[in-house]
């Protein structure tokens, strides 16, 4: 992949203003992040599987739920410090979240072009590691995905519309991970025929009240936003693939009325497939969770039996390394679930 950088102004006289202080941004970097844009809201970083499958030591489960090479993926986010919620299971420090965007804000094509360089550039001293798996490396060398999903909530960067255009135009699939309070960009992704290749809404609360306990959420109505985001995932039928993303803990939401709940929301969004995924005790979680929260494998398994047999959903394939089973709608789901290849 050949990436072209356009010229840009130079001649401003002021520091581009970031919604993150220096303190912060100096430790974001130090944990690996790569800030890509003047502002600072947009960044990369080398997720744990692209690693692994460099060193040839495995794929994650979107490779083998959907076929998505692990070393070609990046891991990405265009809006950093902005989250409407503050999740009691949130691996990233959610602090210095904020609902509303401040600072200034980078440019859609900027930003898409930042982040394929800021992968590369971050996985240059791969080749000088002896375990390295150089085919994998190479093919690293030429991203084929991007998981819009690394911190924030994507759907509050205005320009997200040009931004998955301008991915797809780059040759690109994309994953859009969104927490769902946020109905108007799904909409206006729909409007501006810029869906992603595959749409995930987060499910973790399986009501009103859980919603509240868990996901903490820093606006009012957030609630009612999460189910018209899921009635609008419903009406994309057809024009892009459909996940719920389930982040599962023991105590907090696997009880049978937990399983009640999730079934009634899954009919109402009626998407391709849903992931049952173990919560993971690490980051910022582990000053709010126990280690006991995190479900094994089996559990998870068992927890997607009965939620199959609620919903129909077929349970199809599962990733023990993340602990996480895959249920598909229907037979033609399940058959179609692997990307078709270049």
Known sequence: ???????????????????????????????????????????????????????????????????????????????????????????????????????????????????????LHNLNGFPGNTKVDMAAWKRSQSPKHVAISLAGEPCLYPQLPALIKEFHRMGLTTFLVSNGTRPEMIEQLEDEHALPTQMYLSLAAYDRFSHEKILLPQEPDTWKKYEESLELMAKTKGNTRTVLRMTLMKTLNMSDAAIDGFAKLIQMANPDYVEAKSYMHVGASYMILEKGEMPTQQQISEFSQKLAQETGYLVTDEHGPSAVTLLCRDERAQKERMLKKD
């Open 1 to 119: 992949m050949v990436i072209t950088l356009e010229p840009h102004d130079s001649k401003a006289s002021a520091a581009p203003s970031t919604a993150l202080s220096k303190d912060q941004l100096r430790r974001l970097e130090k944990a690996g992040y790569e800030l890509v844009g003047p502002h600072k809201h947009s960044a990369v970083k080398v997720c744990h599987w692209c690693k692994k499958a460099i060193l040839n030591g495995g794929s994650c489960y979107k490779n083998k739920f959907y076929g998505i090479s692990s070393e070609q993926c990046v891991q990405f986010t265009p809006a950093l410090p902005f989250c409407t919620q503050k999740c009691v299971f949130c691996w990233r420090d959610p602090a210095s979240y904020s609902p509303e965007w401040t600072g200034g804000m980078d440019d859609a094509g900027e930003v898409a072009q930042g982040a394929i360089l800021a992968q």
